[in-house]
């Protein structure tokens, strides 16, 4: 029994030191893996490993797409920006131009715009190849998609702009049509000027040195002076300037136009540092410019607003904020953040100064201020990108500046002035008297938009 005993430790005691010379050399078995923890460990046979670029090139398209999505929802806050700042009787007509230009414009801009703004160019003044997004159907790169899905929005922006300025007194049929063609062409021709290169195209001011990152420029400005054209041709509203003198048309819901304030200022996270076009750590940067010159262009339009009129003003306030939206876009992406807030706060003096100067000294009637807002900060907006610029600025960066503001007005204003004319001569620009007194809504679409509440007889117009 003893004999066992001894036998049985010796044995163990071989064994032991078996196993640790095994795995002093190595040659343990590793321990058992669960096949579900070996299929998570190891990469499926013949399934290639996910590369940074990869990834890269995945986030880029996700913030693509959300910054796209961002500035589609910009259509509601224009949408509630001009309900807001105008009369009742008007507010359904006003939701469906901003619906319908969203509508009209992606088809034009898918038809013709994109090819026009981004296609292959040998002259640098517009694409020639592209018209039905056939690029994608030729190469399958779905970039194409993703890049047009952004570039659509825009177009979208830039038509949505007029309507605002020729509220409550033009004809549908005219809104569709003229949403069209500065989708489709007035808007893509500069475009291609200044953006082609992001693209296929190579347009002859980007040429130039033309610094424009979002577009104050190439958006807001080609919105704002084709209103201003609009606005021209149909006139003003009507008991606006009666016996020479100018009557405030006040808005029937600020809370409304509020809202759409604080809508297009988030919505114009995506259309700044969306502007990127990819996942960097630019964005960061962009975000900080935007929010600070949409802050300092709220203060400055506010102050300026109580130096004139004695009360701190809210819709001047709420106009400023665009106004610093406005402004920053073209250098959101080369000024530093303290030249954001001086830039925003420069926008909102002007804003209110030319609201003022357009509706008085012109007497141009713009009932929610777009000319001014998107035009005229537009402009202000070019420029500053230029004199801010954080690398430093030239006399000639300044001249590429005021070559890129004069060009957009050259070409937009006559062009607009001249379709506006056309639609006036063939199928009407303008509803009748007794449209305009009645309200669109019923008029035009056979729907108040507030059927359950009495309408105030000041707000339906003035009798003829």
Same mark, same amino acid.
């Given at each position: 029994?003893?004999?066992?005993?001894?036998?049985?430790?010796?044995?163990?005691?071989?064994?032991?030191?078996?196993?640790?010379?095994?795995?002093?050399?190595?040659?343990?078995?590793?321990?058992?893996?669960?096949?579900?923890?070996?299929?998570?460990?190891?990469?499926?046979?013949?399934?290639?490993?996910?590369?940074?670029?990869?990834?890269?090139?995945?986030?880029?398209?996700?913030?693509?797409?959300?910054?796209?999505?961002?500035?589609?929802?910009?259509?509601?806050?224009?949408?509630?920006?001009?309900?807001?700042?105008?009369?009742?009787?008007?507010?359904?007509?006003?939701?469906?131009?901003?619906?319908?230009?969203?509508?009209?414009?992606? %088809? *034009?801009?898918? $038809?013709? +715009?994109?090819? #026009?703004?981004?296609?292959?160019?040998?002259?640098?003044?517009? !694409?020639? =190849?592209?018209?039905?997004?056939?690029?994608?159907?030729?190469?399958?790169?779905?970039?194409?998609?993703?890049?047009?899905?952004?570039?659509?929005?825009?177009?979208?922006?830039?038509?949505?702009?007029?309507?605002?300025?020729?509220?409550?007194?033009?004809?549908?049929?005219?809104?569709?049509?003229?949403?069209?063609?500065?989708?489709?062409?007035?808007?893509?021709?500069?475009?291609?000027?200044?953006?082609?290169?992001?693209?296929?195209?190579?347009?002859?001011?980007?040429?130039?040195?033309?610094?424009?990152?979002?577009?104050?420029?190439?958006?807001?400005?080609?919105?704002?002076?084709?209103?201003?054209?609009?606005?021209?041709?149909?006139?003003?509203?009507?008991?606006?300037?009666?016996?020479?003198?100018?009557?405030?048309?006040?808005?029937?819901? %600020? *809370?409304?136009? $509020?809202? +759409?304030?604080? #809508?297009?200022?988030?919505?114009?996270?995506?259309?700044?540092? !969306?502007? =990127?076009?990819?996942?960097?750590?630019?964005?960061?940067?962009?975000?900080?410019?935007?929010?600070?010159?949409?802050?300092?262009?709220?203060?400055?339009?506010?102050?300026?607003?109580?130096?004139?009129?004695?009360?701190?003003?809210?819709?001047?306030?709420?106009?400023?904020?665009?106004?610093?939206?406005?402004?920053?876009?073209?250098?959101?992406?080369?000024?530093?953040?303290?030249?954001?807030?001086?830039?925003?706060?420069?926008?909102?003096?002007?804003?209110?100064?030319?609201?003022?100067?357009?509706?008085?000294?012109?007497?141009?009637?713009?009932?929610?201020?777009?000319?001014?807002?998107?035009?005229?900060?537009?402009?202000?907006?070019?420029?500053?990108?230029?004199?801010?610029?954080?690398?430093?600025?030239?006399?000639?960066?300044?001249?590429?500046?005021?070559?890129?503001?004069?060009?957009?007005?050259?070409?937009?204003?006559?062009?607009?002035?001249?379709?506006?004319?056309?639609?006036?001569?063939?199928?009407?620009?303008?509803?009748?008297?007794?449209?305009?007194?009645?309200?669109?809504?019923?008029?035009?679409?056979?729907?108040?938009?507030?059927?359950?509440?009495?309408?105030?007889?000041?707000?339906?117009?003035?009798?003829?």
């Amino acid at each position: 029994m003893k004999r066992l005993l001894v036998v049985t430790i010796v044995a163990l005691l071989l064994s032991s030191a078996g196993v640790l010379y095994a795995e002093e050399q190595g040659l343990s078995n590793p321990p058992e893996v669960a096949p579900a923890e070996q299929q998570a460990a190891q990469p499926a046979t013949g399934e290639p490993e996910t590369t940074a670029a990869e990834v890269q090139t995945n986030a880029d398209f996700v913030w693509t797409l959300v910054a796209a999505f961002l500035v589609f929802f910009m259509q509601a806050g224009f949408a509630m920006v001009e309900a807001g700042f105008t009369r009742a009787k008007n507010t359904v007509n006003i939701l469906m131009k901003n619906l319908m230009d969203m509508s009209m414009g992606a %088809i *034009a801009y898918w $038809a013709v +715009g994109f090819a #026009i703004m981004f296609g292959v160019t040998k002259t640098g003044w517009f !694409g020639t =190849t592209g018209f039905f997004l056939s690029d994608f159907a030729q190469d399958k790169d779905p970039w194409t998609l993703a890049f047009w899905m952004f570039q659509v929005v825009f177009a979208a922006t830039a038509a949505t702009i007029v309507s605002g300025a020729m509220a409550e007194r033009t004809r549908f049929v005219a809104y569709l049509a003229y949403s069209v063609v500065i989708s489709g062409l007035i808007y893509p021709v500069f475009g291609s000027w200044a953006w082609g290169s992001l693209y296929k195209g190579n347009g002859w001011l980007e040429g130039l040195g033309f610094i424009d990152f979002a577009g104050s420029t190439v958006v807001h400005s080609v919105g704002g002076w084709a209103a201003l054209a609009g606005a021209i041709v149909i006139g003003p509203r009507l008991g606006k300037y009666a016996n020479g003198k100018v009557k405030a048309i006040p808005g029937h819901n %600020i *809370a409304l136009g $509020a809202l +759409g304030v604080f #809508i297009l200022w988030f919505g114009w996270y995506g259309f700044n540092p !969306g502007s =990127t076009t990819a996942a960097t750590k630019d964005i960061a940067l962009i975000a900080v410019n935007t929010t600070l010159a949409a802050a300092g262009g709220a203060v400055g339009a506010m102050m300026m607003a109580w130096i004139m009129f004695k009360k701190p003003e809210a819709t001047m306030t709420l106009n400023g904020a665009l106004a610093g939206l406005v402004g920053i876009t073209a250098g959101c992406a080369n000024v530093l953040p303290g030249s954001a807030v001086l830039i925003g706060i420069i926008a909102g003096i002007i804003v209110v100064l030319s609201v003022v100067f357009i509706d008085q000294v012109l007497k141009i009637d713009d009932p929610v201020g777009a000319i001014s807002v998107h035009g005229v900060c537009g402009a202000w907006g070019t420029f500053a990108a230029g004199l801010f610029n954080a690398e430093g600025v030239t006399m000639k960066i300044l001249g590429v500046q005021l070559i890129g503001i004069v060009a957009a007005f050259l070409w937009v204003f006559p062009t607009a002035f001249i379709l506006f004319k056309l639609i006036k001569a063939t199928i009407g620009l303008r509803v009748s008297a007794e449209e305009e007194l009645e309200g669109l809504d019923v008029e035009e679409h056979g729907i108040e938009a507030y059927p359950d509440f009495q309408i105030h007889p000041s707000a339906k117009g003035l009798k003829l």
